[in-house]
């Protein structure tokens, strides 16, 4: 049997092998990330669905901006998060490839810069039953409830 997909896609929806969708650049979550990060512009956004229950990785590509500006920014950034690691700049997998299984079961996120100074793409994992709607309501709980935020993970 083929497992269920990160998107709520039902087995009888099954994909072979990992493939992008929203190709008219028009995904439901661009308004929220414009809005979010104050662009006049929305990000080039395309996010891709494959046969796994569960974990993702989401990329956004860039155009002229620094590599490292954009790392250092985003270490400074999250160097207290308890929940998101910045990975180390040109970080390499040992096979070569993102496992967008790697963060599953875990609150946790991993953002990687790879690229050159003409163009850069950031990429984030996570387990998106984990990291997403679920472990961000319970975080967002612990925090308003005077908790550390790391309760209950």
């Known amino acids: 049997m083929i497992s269920s997909y990160t998107t709520g896609r039902t087995p009888d929806d099954a994909l072979h092998a990992p493939r992008p969708y929203a190709l008219g650049l028009t995904h439901k ?4 990330m414009k809005a979010i990060c104050g662009l006049e512009q929305p990000p080039h956004f395309l996010p891709i669905v494959g ?13 002229h901006i620094k590599k490292m500006e954009i790392w250092d920014a985003l270490a400074k950034h999250y160097v207290n998060s308890t929940f998101i690691k910045i990975m180390p700049i040109d970080y390499q997998p040992d096979d070569g490839f993102l496992d967008p299984t790697a963060c599953n079961a875990t609150n946790h996120m991993e953002i990687f810069v790879f690229g050159n100074d003409d163009q850069l793409l950031l990429i984030a994992r996570l387990d998106n039953l984990g990291k997403g709607a679920s472990g961000a309501a319970m975080q967002c709980m612990n925090i308003v409830c005077g908790l550390d935020e790391t309760t209950g993970f």
Not at 29 to 32: G, K, N, R, V
Not at 51 to 63: N, S
């Open 29 to 32: 979550h661009l308004p929220e």
């Open 51 to 63: 046969d796994m229950a569960q974990g993702m990785l989401v990329q956004v590509p860039f155009w």
